[in-house]
């Protein structure tokens, strides 16, 4: 697996995003979806990458992103593996990448929200499982029964 950052444009990116949106929506309460679409993802404040399996770029596998909310926080977006591809270690592997890349940017803090319907919870139990323990809101977020709210403390 090689992951890329951006890809935005790419049309096996941008439907994978797609599909990711779409699921999160048809998965979530109305008006509780917040999966970002490709148009959002182009914001200043964030770092997206793709994952592939294949150097040549023809079989993306995942997708992920990380916020800026301020110097010390960051939050994880748009993480979303392939339907095929899950089970295989792709969304850990991302995970850790943003992990990574907040530390290298010096952030001590980073946060996602998640759905807290049963289709989550696979996300849910490789967030815990990479030491994201579950929080209240932060940043705009208010509190909804829709999401889980995560958090690690960068050390």
């Given at each position: 697996m090689e992951i890329r950052e951006g890809g935005l444009d790419e049309p096996h990116v941008?439907?994978?995003l797609d599909a990711h949106v779409t699921r999160a929506r048809a998965e979530t309460?109305?008006?509780s979806a917040h999966a970002m679409d490709h148009g959002a993802l182009h914001a200043s404040d964030m770092t997206f990458w793709s994952?592939?399996?294949?150097?040549?770029r023809?079989?993306?596998?995942a997708i992920g992103a990380l916020k800026v909310l301020s110097?010390?926080?960051?939050e994880v977006k748009s993480m979303?593996?392939?339907?095929w591809a899950r089970g295989r270690g792709y969304g850990a592997a991302m995970l850790r990448h943003i992990i990574t890349a907040a530390r290298?940017?010096?952030?001590?803090?980073?946060?996602?929200e998640t759905?807290?319907?049963p289709y989550f919870a696979p996300a849910r139990a490789m967030y815990a499982s990479h030491g994201f323990m579950e929080c209240e809101p932060f940043g705009d977020y208010l509190a909804d029964p829709n999401s889980v709210f995560m958090t690690l403390a960068l050390g």
């Open positions: 941008i439907a994978l309460g109305r008006g994952a592939w399996e294949d150097e040549a023809t079989t993306i596998v110097r010390d926080h960051g979303h593996v392939a339907e290298e940017r010096g952030m001590s803090r980073l946060s996602l759905g807290a319907w």
